[in-house]
């Protein structure tokens, strides 16, 4: 995979050798992660499709904007659809994980027409309405008022090495430690709050693109009944919820994704826009 760096966003990617005649498949990581999390899903995916897998703002090896505004959804949605323009993507697979999704979301409400497919791992539906965020909510904003009195760095992180963490559940503590100390803390507690604040769930419904959504039965994040109730409202959604799985599907479960990741695009047949992508990276 090739390093590069988005300057007129400080956007951080990877891709591999894209080619004409293959599908492209754009990744979304979830919240303080970064695209190195993917890896198990290139080393499966990156003979068959052109991959670009990104680092979002304040994540990974991506710049670090001040201020809480800067890390709205929206803004990250921007990074994405400037940095798919530059290099030229359309009609592209849109693969987004937990807080991804709501990036992922944000993006197929304004630039749907870009979009062939979409796939959801461990969607962030609902994430409002979780006990866990309105309880938590208050002392968030709390705790961000007095963060915002301390100095912010801008220091880009680094690319972690994810296969340190296979297997480890929703709350391991030494996976969450090294992400939040590579994001920042700073940086967490503003995203955290702008997902708390992501009230869109009647926003589902537009989309009209054939969806596949991913759930793990034990999701301790989002209630599989959260799963269930997103594909409800999206007219062509496929729902498969793994047994024994968890909301860290990225690095748990991509032995059972990847095959039904293909088995998606190989039944509801890609469109010919797609199939004769000519990016250019």
């Known amino acids: 995979m090739k390093e590069l760096f988005f300057e007129r966003r400080g956007i951080f990617y990877t891709v591999n ?8 498949i754009v990744f979304i990581h979830g919240l303080s992660g970064s695209s190195s999390a993917w890896f198990l899903f290139e080393k499966a995916l990156k003979h068959r499709y052109n991959l670009l897998m ?18 709205d959804i929206r803004e990250l949605t921007q990074d ?30 304004a630039h749907q027409h870009n979009v062939a497919r979409a796939i959801f791992l461990s969607p962030n539906y609902g994430v409002h309405r979780t006990r866990r965020a309105r309880l938590s909510r208050p002392f968030l904003t709390a705790i961000i008022r007095i963060a915002n009195v301390f100095p912010f760095s801008t220091k880009r992180g680094i690319r972690l090495d994810y296969s340190k963490y296979l297997n480890t559940g929703d709350w391991n503590l030494r996976r969450m430690a090294a992400d939040i100390s590579n994001t920042t803390l700073r940086v967490y507690l503003y995203c955290l709050e702008h997902t708390y604040k992501f009230n869109r769930d009647g926003w ?28 409800a409202r999206i007219y062509d959604a496929e729902l498969k919820v793994l047994d024994n799985a968890d909301h860290m599907l990225v690095l748990n479960k991509v032995n059972e994704i990847a095959p039904v990741i293909e088995t998606f695009l190989s039944e509801k047949r890609l469109n010919q826009a797609t199939i004769d992508n000519t990016a250019t990276v």
């Open 204 to 231: 589902w419904s537009r989309i009209n693109v054939s969806t596949l959504i991913v759930h793990g039965r034990d999701d301790s994040v989002i209630p599989v009944a959260n799963a269930e109730q997103m594909a």
């Open 54 to 71: 990104l680092d979002l703002r304040g994540h990974g090896k991506s710049s670090k904007p001040r201020g809480y505004r800067a890390y």
């Open 17 to 24: 050798d894209f080619q004409e005649g293959r599908p492209t």
């Open 80 to 109: 994405i659809a400037e940095l798919t323009d530059h290099l030229g993507l359309r009609d592209f697979i849109l693969v987004s994980h937990s807080f991804g999704t709501l990036v992922a979301l944000e993006y197929l409400l």
